[in-house]
């Protein structure tokens, strides 16, 4: 939570934090692109790809997927992974959206600030955050000499999200600080909020929110 301070003049501007895959999209931005990788040939289905697609909310096929696409990234450059076309696909389907994502639009269309701290990778959360015109702090891709090593950085935890925010943001400057999630790792996240939201939560995560004494505001079903 913010540190109270005393000034002269009237705090109006609000920071939004928010994060993506579960929060704002209906499925992963990473699968979403594994899927299109796969349709246009350029890494294989494994067969994790279509059984992810039978039973999308089984969260060891999401990590096995995850990793596969990880694995198969390995010596790529992301200028050949049609990141353009794959955002600009993804953008244009209302279907992958929900309505929180409208909710930050108008935020910013106001002159509030909007961030975005996700797992997904940063080579899409950038290309994605730059046309909501957002910040962003995603799961780092790293490169050598513009291959893809294999090796990541990630943004997963609530440690690395709430260290992402103390490093990052002088939270003293805004009236509001309001945040968004979808899971327990988003306490990272409502930790440093004035506001939480908690977007379509399954009972496990509110009971590991409880644990942590996080307090929800309102839960947002979908």
Known sequence: MKNTITTTKEMTRCLYLSDMDGTLTRKSLVLGHAGFLIK????????????????MKN?????????????????KRIEDLMVDEFIEEFLGNENNWYNTLEMLIVARNFGDDVCLITGSSDFLVKELAER???????????????????EITGMFADFQKDEVIRNNFDLSEYSTVIGLGDTASDYGIFKHCDISYLVDPTKETLEKLIVKGCKIDRIIRE
């Open 132 to 150: 909501l015109n957002f910040k962003w702090f995603a799961t780092k891709y790293h490169t050598e000499n513009g291959i893809l090593t294999g």
């Open 59 to 75: 969260e060891k096929l999401i990590v096995a997927l995850a990793q596969d696409y990880q694995r198969q990234l390995k010596d």
């Open 40 to 55: 246009k040939g350029i890494i294989e289905d494994t067969g994790i790809y279509g059984a992810w697609r039978e039973d």
